[in-house]
C-alpha cells in the first residue's frame, strides 16, 4: 500500500468500476458505529468515542468516508473553549443546525440543581447555595442560561437591606437577585413563537402584563401591574433564569456579553437623552454613576445626541474623572457647594458660549433630594430636564414661580426602557462601537465571589462591576 496515494487511487478505480452506476453503499461496508472526537463538555479537550455511523436519509446527501483532517484556527479555539464567547457563537450553529426546529432542551444539558444567589435573611449579603433549575412549565417561559450579570444600584440595597423600609417595599424573601444579565435560550414553552433554543437574549426586567391600559396603548414599560425580575420574581443571579417571552430582547447582532448585560441600565441613559435632545445645545448631569456617565458619553461621542458644553457634577472625584473620560467638558466636585454656589459655576463654565441664561438641559441621575429640589433654578427659560434618579426623601421646588412655572420648562420622569425601540437603538450604537463605556464598567468578578463584588463597590472603588456567571474553562 505504497506508494499510498496511487494505491489509493487504483483501489477507487476498482471500486468504481465494478459498476457504471454504483451510487449506493454496496461497495463500501459501513460499520453501524463510528469513532468520533466530539465535544461534550464547556471545558478543555474533546472527547475520543463511538457514536452511531450518520446515514444518507436526504435525496441531496452525501456520505463521506473521512480519510485526512487538518486542524483549523477554530477547531483551537473550541477545543480550548476560550475565549468563551466566540467558542459559544460556534458551538450555537452546531446546535442550530442539527434540527431547525430545535425548540427542547436536547442540545443543553440542564442540571437538575444549578448555583445562585440568594437573599434567604433580611440582613447584610446574599447566600451562594444550589437550589433546584427551574423548568419551563407553562406555554409562554423560556429558559435561559445566564453568561452575564451587571449589578444594578436596587442589586446594592438588597445585598444591604438598607433602607429597610424600601428593601421590604420592592422584594420579598426569599428571592434570587439580579435583573441586568444575558444568556442563551436552553428551552422554550410550547407557544414560543419568536424564540428557539440557542438565541441570545437579554431579559427586560419590566413585566408587563399586556392588560392594563398602559400595556394597551404602547406604555408596556410602566404596565400598571408591574412586575420586576429579582425583585417580584427570581432574577438572573443565578446559572440558569425562567422568564416570560414577552419580557425578552433578542439580540440581532453578534453584542458581546459584557455589552449586552448593560442594555438594560444603559438603556435608561440612552432614554434620558433622547428626551432632553442635548444636541446642540448645554447639557449638565448631576450624579456621575454608571446612568449618568453613560449619559455623559451619549451625549458626547454619539452624533444624533451631540452637545455643545457638558457639565458633570458629583461629590466624588473618581466618578467625575470617569465622567470627562465619557466626554464631559467640565466636571464640578459639588459636595461642599451650596446650590447657588453651583448655579453660580455653572453659569461661570457657560459664559464660554452664546447658549442662553443658563441650561438648556439638565439629567438628574443622583437622586439627591438637594439636587432635585434646587436644579430647575439652573435652568434657562424653555430648558429641558429629565429625572432618573431615586431620591430617598420627600422634595419640593424652591421659588416655585421664579424657578419653575414661569419658565415654562418641560419635565421629564421615567421608569424604564421603551420595549423595544431603546434596545434596538442602543444595540447598534453598542455594536458599531459609537459608544465607548469601557471607562465605566471598571470590575469584573465571578458570581460566587459576590462579597468581593460589592466590597470594590462599598470602598468606593468601582463603578459598574460586572459578574462572569457561565464560563466555558469553569
Not at 414577552?246 to 441600565?265: G, H, Q, R, V, W
Not at 464660554?352 to 434657562?380: H, K, Q, Y
Amino acid at each position: 500500500w505504497y506508494p499510498r496515494e496511487m494505491a489509493v487511487k487504483n483501489r477507487y478505480i476498482v471500486n468504481m468500476s465494478s459498476s457504471s452506476n454504483n451510487n449506493n453503499e454496496d461497495s463500501f461496508d459501513i460499520p453501524d458505529m463510528m469513532n468520533a472526537l466530539v465535544k461534550t463538555k464547556a471545558e478543555l479537550g474533546y472527547e475520543w468515542k463511538q457514536v452511531p455511523t450518520p446515514k444518507v436519509t436526504k435525496p441531496d446527501e452525501v456520505l463521506i468516508k473521512i480519510e485526512k483532517v487538518s486542524i483549523c484556527g477554530s477547531d483551537i479555539l473550541l477545543y480550548r473553549w476560550y475565549p468563551r464567547e466566540m467558542a459559544v457563537k460556534n458551538r450555537y450553529i452546531v446546535n442550530m443546525s442539527s434540527s431547525s426546529n430545535n425548540n427542547n432542551e436536547d442540545s443543553f444539558d440542564i442540571p437538575d440543581m444549578m448555583n445562585a444567589l440568594v437573599k434567604t435573611k433580611a440582613e447584610l449579603g446574599y447566600e451562594w447555595k444550589q437550589v433546584p433549575t427551574p423548568k419551563v412549565t407553562k406555554p409562554d417561559e423560556v429558559l435561559i442560561k445566564i453568561e452575564k450579570v451587571s449589578i444594578c444600584g436596587s442589586d446594592i440595597l438588597l445585598y444591604r437591606w438598607y433602607p429597610r423600609e424600601m428593601a421590604e417595599t420592592i422584594a420579598t424573601i426569599p428571592f434570587i437577585p439580579g435583573h441586568e444579565g444575558c444568556g442563551i435560550v436552553v428551552a422554550v414553552g410550547s407557544e414560543v413563537k419568536n424564540l428557539k433554543v440557542g438565541d441570545r437574549v437579554a431579559p427586560e426586567s419590566h413585566i408587563p402584563c399586556e392588560k392594563c391600559y398602559q400595556c394597551t396603548h404602547d406604555q408596556a414599560h410602566i404596565c400598571q401591574d408591574l412586575l420586576l425580575y429579582g425583585h417580584n420574581l427570581d432574577g438572573v443571579c443565578a446559572e440558569y433564569c425562567l422568564a416570560q417571552e414577552k419580557a425578552i430582547y433578542k439580540l440581532k447582532t453578534d453584542l458581546s456579553a459584557s455589552m449586552a448585560s448593560l442594555l438594560e441600565p444603559f438603556g435608561v441613559a440612552y432614554r434620558t437623552v433622547n428626551l432632553v435632545k442635548p444636541k446642540n445645545d448645554s447639557l449638565v448631569v448631576i450624579g456621575c454613576g454608571p446612568i449618568g456617565s453613560c449619559a455623559v458619553g451619549l451625549a458626547s461621542q454619539c452624533e444624533e445626541f451631540k452637545s455643545k458644553k457638558i457639565i458633570a457634577l458629583d461629590i466624588t472625584d473618581s466618578r467625575l474623572e470617569i465622567a470627562k473620560q465619557m466626554g464631559a467638558d467640565a466636571t464640578l466636585n459639588t459636595k461642599d457647594m451650596s446650590p447657588e454656589e453651583i448655579h453660580e459655576k455653572i453659569l461661570e463654565i457657560l459664559n464660554e458660549e452664546d447658549l442662553g441664561i443658563g441650561i438648556g438641559c439638565i439629567i438628574e441621575a443622583s437622586g439627591s433630594p438637594a439636587m432635585v429640589n434646587s436644579c430647575t433654578s439652573w435652568l434657562r427659560k424653555g430648558g429641558d430636564v429629565v429625572f432618573c434618579g431615586l431620591p430617598k426623601a420627600p422634595i419640593h421646588i424652591e421659588s416655585p414661580l421664579p424657578n419653575f412655572i414661569f419658565k415654562e420648562l418641560t419635565i421629564h420622569t421615567l421608569h424604564g426602557r421603551l420595549q423595544w425601540s431603546t434596545w434596538e437603538n442602543l444595540e447598534e450604537i453598542l455594536f458599531n462601537k459609537r459608544l465607548d463605556v469601557s471607562p465605566i464598567v471598571t470590575h469584573e468578578f465571578d458570581l460566587e465571589n459576590i462579597d468581593q463584588a460589592f466590597q470594590a463597590i462599598f470602598d468606593g472603588e468601582a463603578c459598574k462591576v460586572q459578574l462572569n456567571v457561565w464560563s466555558g474553562d469553569q
